[in-house]
């Protein structure tokens, strides 16, 4: 089993920045990919960044490319994303997902494990 904690969300305006980090813990592997998914209130959770294993290789939504950024410590065990540029349209809860594979997977069922999430909101 893998646990994961959220934290950094909180309320900001419009234009301001977060950084949300994400701390794996248990039975953790060294050659998994994480990655950063959201989900609105009524909606479904949608996919937002990845990184591989080593943090080499990231792939981001076109919603949120040049304003966001996944990074990963190299303990390989905890993954950050950096959000620049907030807008509204970010509002949501963010939940951080370790997948027991490879690659840049950018599906939810791609991830074994979940965070509790954590609450971004960006006010006008």
């Known amino acids: 089993q893998v646990q994961l904690v959220e934290s950094g969300g909180g309320l900001v305006q419009a234009g301001d920045s977060l950084r949300l980090s994400c701390a794996a813990s248990?039975?953790?592997?060294?050659?998994?990919?994480m990655g950063w998914f959201r989900q609105a209130p009524g909606k479904e959770r949608h996919f937002v960044a990845a990184?591989?294993?080593?943090?080499?290789?990231?792939y981001y939504t076109d919603a949120v490319k040049g304003r966001f950024t996944i990074s990963r410590d190299s303990d390989k065990r905890t993954v950050y994303l950096q959000m620049n540029s907030l807008k509204p349209a970010d509002t949501a809860a963010y939940y951080c997902g370790y997948s027991v594979t490879g690659g840049l997977p950018r599906t939810a069922t791609d991830y074994a494990y979940w965070g509790p999430g954590t609450q971004v909101t960006a006010s006008s």
């Open positions: 248990g039975r953790t592997l060294s050659n998994n990919a």
């Open positions: 990184i591989n294993w080593n943090g080499g290789l990231t």
